[in-house]
Protein backbone atom coordinates (compact mmCIF):
# COMPACT_ATOMS: atom_id res chain seq x y z
CA UNK A 1 0.00 0.00 0.00
CA UNK A 2 3.22 2.44 0.29
CA UNK A 3 1.72 3.91 -3.38
CA UNK A 4 -0.73 5.82 -1.80
CA UNK A 5 0.61 9.15 -0.88
CA UNK A 6 -0.67 10.48 2.46
CA UNK A 7 0.11 13.76 4.27
CA UNK A 8 1.21 14.28 8.31
CA UNK A 9 -0.19 18.16 9.56
CA UNK A 10 2.10 18.95 12.46
CA UNK A 11 1.17 22.50 13.81
CA UNK A 12 3.16 24.12 16.87
CA UNK A 13 4.25 26.82 18.91
CA UNK A 14 6.90 27.44 20.66
CA UNK A 15 7.96 23.72 20.36
CA UNK A 16 11.53 23.05 20.59
CA UNK A 17 11.16 21.22 24.08
CA UNK A 18 9.70 18.14 22.33
CA UNK A 19 8.98 18.92 18.42
CA UNK A 20 12.91 16.80 17.61
CA UNK A 21 11.31 13.30 18.70
CA UNK A 22 7.87 14.08 17.08
CA UNK A 23 9.61 14.94 13.53
CA UNK A 24 11.75 11.52 14.41
CA UNK A 25 8.88 9.48 14.81
CA UNK A 26 7.43 10.40 11.68
CA UNK A 27 10.54 10.12 10.22
CA UNK A 28 11.10 7.17 10.87
CA UNK A 29 7.64 5.33 9.73
CA UNK A 30 7.57 2.18 7.68
CA UNK A 31 5.27 4.36 5.55
CA UNK A 32 7.30 6.23 3.32
CA UNK A 33 5.33 8.13 1.01
CA UNK A 34 4.00 11.24 2.67
CA UNK A 35 4.65 15.06 2.87
CA UNK A 36 5.29 16.09 6.42
CA UNK A 37 3.55 19.69 6.87
CA UNK A 38 4.81 21.37 10.22
CA UNK A 39 3.09 24.53 10.60
CA UNK A 40 4.52 26.87 12.76
CA UNK A 41 1.96 29.44 14.63
CA UNK A 42 4.26 32.23 15.48
CA UNK A 43 7.03 30.31 17.39
CA UNK A 44 9.08 32.59 19.48
CA UNK A 45 11.93 30.56 20.42
CA UNK A 46 14.38 28.12 18.35
CA UNK A 47 11.50 25.56 16.89
CA UNK A 48 12.22 26.80 13.47
CA UNK A 49 15.82 26.16 13.65
CA UNK A 50 14.90 22.52 15.03
CA UNK A 51 12.70 21.90 12.03
CA UNK A 52 15.52 22.90 9.56
CA UNK A 53 18.26 21.01 10.61
CA UNK A 54 16.59 17.88 8.99
CA UNK A 55 17.54 17.85 5.75
CA UNK A 56 14.57 15.84 4.51
CA UNK A 57 12.59 16.43 1.33
CA UNK A 58 9.21 15.58 2.93
CA UNK A 59 9.37 18.26 5.41
CA UNK A 60 7.24 21.39 3.95
CA UNK A 61 7.73 24.06 6.75
CA UNK A 62 4.97 26.60 6.91
CA UNK A 63 5.40 30.06 9.13
CA UNK A 64 2.18 32.01 10.01
CA UNK A 65 1.34 34.91 12.65
CA UNK A 66 0.24 33.35 15.78
CA UNK A 67 -3.62 32.76 15.28
CA UNK A 68 -4.16 29.63 17.49
CA UNK A 69 -4.12 25.96 17.18
CA UNK A 70 -7.33 25.71 14.96
CA UNK A 71 -5.99 28.04 12.52
CA UNK A 72 -2.77 26.16 12.39
CA UNK A 73 -4.17 22.86 11.72
CA UNK A 74 -6.38 24.54 9.30
CA UNK A 75 -3.36 25.79 7.56
CA UNK A 76 -2.03 22.54 7.11
CA UNK A 77 -5.39 21.18 5.85
CA UNK A 78 -5.89 23.18 3.12
CA UNK A 79 -2.26 22.77 1.83
CA UNK A 80 -2.12 19.05 2.24
CA UNK A 81 -1.90 17.78 -1.22
CA UNK A 82 -3.06 13.33 -1.12
CA UNK A 83 -6.50 12.69 -0.21
CA UNK A 84 -5.39 10.88 3.53
CA UNK A 85 -4.61 13.43 6.37
CA UNK A 86 -2.29 12.03 9.40
CA UNK A 87 -2.66 14.55 12.03
CA UNK A 88 0.12 15.29 14.99
CA UNK A 89 1.06 17.08 17.98
CA UNK A 90 4.56 18.69 18.52
CA UNK A 91 5.48 16.98 21.51
CA UNK A 92 4.62 13.67 21.14
CA UNK A 93 5.33 10.62 19.35
CA UNK A 94 3.35 8.48 16.51
CA UNK A 95 4.83 4.75 17.08
CA UNK A 96 7.15 3.85 13.72
CA UNK A 97 3.89 1.52 12.06
CA UNK A 98 0.92 4.18 12.65
CA UNK A 99 0.93 5.12 9.07
CA UNK A 100 1.04 1.94 7.71
CA UNK A 101 -1.65 0.05 10.36
CA UNK A 102 -4.17 3.28 10.15
CA UNK A 103 -3.88 3.91 6.40
CA UNK A 104 -4.89 -0.09 5.85
CA UNK A 105 -7.57 -0.28 7.99
CA UNK A 106 -9.02 3.07 7.06
CA UNK A 107 -9.33 1.50 3.25
CA UNK A 108 -9.96 -1.62 4.33
CA UNK A 109 -13.02 -0.46 6.38
CA UNK A 110 -13.88 2.30 3.92
CA UNK A 111 -13.98 4.98 6.77
CA UNK A 112 -13.68 8.77 6.47
CA UNK A 113 -12.23 9.33 9.79
CA UNK A 114 -10.03 7.12 12.04
CA UNK A 115 -8.34 7.31 15.25
CA UNK A 116 -6.24 4.78 17.09
CA UNK A 117 -5.77 3.28 20.59
CA UNK A 118 -2.94 5.55 22.25
CA UNK A 119 -0.68 5.61 25.34
CA UNK A 120 -0.59 8.62 27.85
CA UNK A 121 3.00 8.79 29.15
CA UNK A 122 2.81 10.81 33.04
CA UNK A 123 5.92 13.00 32.59
CA UNK A 124 5.44 13.26 36.17
CA UNK A 125 5.89 9.71 37.63
CA UNK A 126 6.75 7.59 34.22
CA UNK A 127 3.71 6.25 34.40
CA UNK A 128 2.02 5.05 31.08
CA UNK A 129 -1.94 4.73 30.79
CA UNK A 130 -3.22 2.74 27.90
CA UNK A 131 -6.69 4.41 26.37
CA UNK A 132 -8.39 1.72 24.18
CA UNK A 133 -11.55 2.58 22.66
CA UNK A 134 -13.13 -0.46 21.24
CA UNK A 135 -15.76 1.65 19.26
CA UNK A 136 -17.34 1.06 16.16
CA UNK A 137 -18.97 4.19 14.36
CA UNK A 138 -22.39 3.93 16.23
CA UNK A 139 -20.44 3.70 19.29
CA UNK A 140 -18.37 6.67 18.58
CA UNK A 141 -21.36 8.43 17.55
CA UNK A 142 -23.49 7.92 20.90
CA UNK A 143 -20.56 8.23 23.04
CA UNK A 144 -19.44 11.28 21.22
CA UNK A 145 -22.66 13.13 22.97
CA UNK A 146 -20.99 12.91 26.52
CA UNK A 147 -17.52 11.46 26.57
CA UNK A 148 -14.71 13.91 25.84
CA UNK A 149 -11.70 13.14 23.34
CA UNK A 150 -13.73 10.01 22.22
CA UNK A 151 -11.64 10.15 19.15
CA UNK A 152 -8.16 11.74 20.08
CA UNK A 153 -7.69 13.93 17.53
CA UNK A 154 -3.84 13.35 17.02
CA UNK A 155 -4.23 9.95 16.16
CA UNK A 156 -6.92 10.89 13.55
CA UNK A 157 -6.58 10.24 10.10
CA UNK A 158 -8.99 12.02 7.65
CA UNK A 159 -9.56 11.96 4.43
CA UNK A 160 -9.28 15.54 2.65
CA UNK A 161 -12.73 15.15 0.49
CA UNK A 162 -14.25 15.46 4.38
CA UNK A 163 -13.27 18.71 4.96
CA UNK A 164 -14.27 19.78 0.89
CA UNK A 165 -17.70 18.89 1.73
CA UNK A 166 -18.12 19.71 5.39
CA UNK A 167 -15.43 22.82 6.18
CA UNK A 168 -12.80 23.50 8.39
CA UNK A 169 -12.24 23.76 12.34
CA UNK A 170 -13.98 26.56 13.66
CA UNK A 171 -11.44 28.81 14.56
CA UNK A 172 -13.38 31.03 17.18
CA UNK A 173 -12.78 28.12 19.33
CA UNK A 174 -9.55 28.06 20.89
CA UNK A 175 -9.90 25.20 22.97
CA UNK A 176 -12.23 21.60 22.01
CA UNK A 177 -12.31 22.70 18.54
CA UNK A 178 -11.17 19.08 16.88
CA UNK A 179 -14.44 18.20 19.27
CA UNK A 180 -17.19 21.14 17.68
CA UNK A 181 -15.63 19.98 14.40
CA UNK A 182 -16.21 15.87 14.61
CA UNK A 183 -19.41 16.04 16.17
CA UNK A 184 -20.88 18.72 14.03
CA UNK A 185 -20.11 16.26 11.02
CA UNK A 186 -20.24 13.26 12.51
CA UNK A 187 -23.80 12.23 11.00
CA UNK A 188 -22.04 12.79 7.40
CA UNK A 189 -18.81 10.32 7.21
CA UNK A 190 -18.33 7.07 8.79
CA UNK A 191 -15.69 6.62 11.60
CA UNK A 192 -13.73 3.70 13.54
CA UNK A 193 -10.82 3.42 15.54
CA UNK A 194 -7.51 0.94 14.73
CA UNK A 195 -7.71 -1.55 17.96
CA UNK A 196 -3.89 -0.92 17.95
CA UNK A 197 -1.57 1.57 19.99
CA UNK A 198 -0.09 3.26 17.96
CA UNK A 199 0.46 7.00 19.31
CA UNK A 200 2.21 8.04 22.31
CA UNK A 201 0.67 11.05 24.11
CA UNK A 202 3.13 12.79 26.82
CA UNK A 203 1.43 14.65 29.49
CA UNK A 204 3.25 17.44 30.96
CA UNK A 205 2.45 20.70 32.50
CA UNK A 206 4.09 22.66 29.54
CA UNK A 207 1.48 20.93 27.38
CA UNK A 208 -1.57 23.23 25.04
CA UNK A 209 -3.69 20.87 27.07
CA UNK A 210 -2.79 20.63 30.76
CA UNK A 211 -3.19 24.14 30.19
CA UNK A 212 -6.12 24.53 28.77
CA UNK A 213 -7.90 21.47 30.40
CA UNK A 214 -10.74 22.77 32.36
CA UNK A 215 -11.76 25.69 29.63
CA UNK A 216 -11.65 22.25 27.40
CA UNK A 217 -13.62 20.64 29.85
CA UNK A 218 -16.42 23.72 30.02
CA UNK A 219 -16.44 24.29 26.04
CA UNK A 220 -17.12 20.35 25.34
CA UNK A 221 -20.04 20.48 27.74
CA UNK A 222 -21.36 23.49 25.95
CA UNK A 223 -21.32 21.81 22.74
CA UNK A 224 -22.50 18.80 23.82
CA UNK A 225 -25.49 20.07 26.17
CA UNK A 226 -26.63 21.78 22.16
CA UNK A 227 -25.92 18.52 20.46
CA UNK A 228 -28.02 16.20 23.34
CA UNK A 229 -31.09 18.80 22.71
CA UNK A 230 -30.98 18.92 19.05
CA UNK A 231 -31.66 15.24 19.26
CA UNK A 232 -33.94 15.07 22.45
CA UNK A 233 -37.10 14.68 20.41
CA UNK A 234 -35.51 11.21 18.69
CA UNK A 235 -34.38 9.72 22.58
CA UNK A 236 -36.29 7.95 24.91
CA UNK A 237 -36.52 9.85 28.18
CA UNK A 238 -34.66 7.70 30.16
CA UNK A 239 -31.47 8.01 27.64
CA UNK A 240 -31.92 11.98 27.00
CA UNK A 241 -31.42 12.10 31.51
CA UNK A 242 -28.68 9.40 31.16
CA UNK A 243 -26.65 11.78 28.42
CA UNK A 244 -27.09 14.67 30.59
CA UNK A 245 -25.79 13.33 33.39
CA UNK A 246 -22.70 11.36 31.95
CA UNK A 247 -21.99 14.54 30.09
CA UNK A 248 -22.12 16.52 33.75
CA UNK A 249 -20.38 13.51 35.11
CA UNK A 250 -17.60 13.97 32.62
CA UNK A 251 -17.61 18.08 33.05
CA UNK A 252 -16.81 17.66 37.35
CA UNK A 253 -20.15 18.67 37.32
CA UNK A 254 -20.97 16.08 39.65
CA UNK A 255 -24.21 16.98 41.87
CA UNK A 256 -26.14 17.45 38.27
CA UNK A 257 -24.81 14.30 37.09
CA UNK A 258 -26.31 12.30 40.13
CA UNK A 259 -29.48 13.90 39.65
CA UNK A 260 -30.06 13.24 36.11
CA UNK A 261 -28.85 9.92 36.33
CA UNK A 262 -30.94 8.97 39.07
CA UNK A 263 -34.09 10.56 37.00
CA UNK A 264 -32.88 7.78 34.07
CA UNK A 265 -32.69 5.27 36.75
CA UNK A 266 -36.16 5.82 38.35
CA UNK A 267 -37.24 5.37 34.57
CA UNK A 268 -35.07 2.63 33.45
CA UNK A 269 -33.32 0.23 35.25
CA UNK A 270 -29.14 0.49 33.25
CA UNK A 271 -26.12 -1.35 35.36
CA UNK A 272 -23.72 1.24 33.30
CA UNK A 273 -26.02 4.75 34.93
CA UNK A 274 -25.79 3.02 38.23
CA UNK A 275 -22.18 2.65 38.70
CA UNK A 276 -21.55 6.04 37.57
CA UNK A 277 -24.43 7.12 40.18
CA UNK A 278 -22.67 5.37 42.84
CA UNK A 279 -19.26 6.44 41.95
CA UNK A 280 -20.46 9.97 42.48
CA UNK A 281 -22.37 9.06 45.69
CA UNK A 282 -19.74 7.10 47.49
CA UNK A 283 -16.79 8.92 45.77
CA UNK A 284 -17.67 12.12 44.28
CA UNK A 285 -14.80 14.11 46.72
CA UNK A 286 -12.41 11.61 45.60
CA UNK A 287 -12.89 12.11 42.18
CA UNK A 288 -12.78 16.09 42.11
CA UNK A 289 -9.65 15.79 43.97
CA UNK A 290 -8.18 13.04 41.60
CA UNK A 291 -9.20 15.37 38.68
CA UNK A 292 -7.96 18.87 40.83
CA UNK A 293 -4.98 18.07 40.60
CA UNK A 294 -3.95 15.59 38.09
CA UNK A 295 -3.71 12.46 40.64
CA UNK A 296 -4.64 9.82 37.75
CA UNK A 297 -1.14 8.28 37.33
CA UNK A 298 -1.13 8.02 40.93
CA UNK A 299 -1.15 4.03 42.24
CA UNK A 300 -3.84 4.21 44.71
CA UNK A 301 -6.18 5.92 42.23
CA UNK A 302 -5.01 3.10 39.58
CA UNK A 303 -6.23 0.89 41.68
CA UNK A 304 -9.60 2.05 42.55
CA UNK A 305 -10.08 3.27 39.01
CA UNK A 306 -9.27 -0.42 37.84
CA UNK A 307 -12.05 -1.87 40.08
CA UNK A 308 -14.64 0.79 40.33
CA UNK A 309 -14.40 4.22 39.73
CA UNK A 310 -15.10 5.76 36.51
CA UNK A 311 -12.60 9.05 36.84
Given amino acids: MNEIPVSVVMPT ?10 IESILGQTYTNFEFLIIDDGSEDNTAEIIHSFNDKRIKYIYQDN ?5 AYNTGFKNAGPDFIFVM ?5 SYPIRLEKQLEYLVKNNLDVCGTNYEIFHERNGYIEKVDRPFDDQELKEKMLFLPWVIFNPTVCIRKSVFEQNGYFNEKYKVSFDYEYYVRIMHNIKMGIVPVFLYRWYQHKNSYS ?6 GRRVFRQIALIKIEEKKGKMKPYKYYQ ?5 NYYSNK ?6 FLALSLV ?23 IRKFSLFSLPIFRIAKRYFLII
Fill in 89 to 93: DHDDI
Fill in 13 to 22: YNGSKYIKRA
Fill in 67 to 71: RGPAS
Fill in 243 to 247: NIGLL
Fill in 267 to 289: LHFDKRTLKYFLSIILFGFIIKI
Fill in 254 to 259: LSEAAM
Fill in 210 to 215: SKTSRE
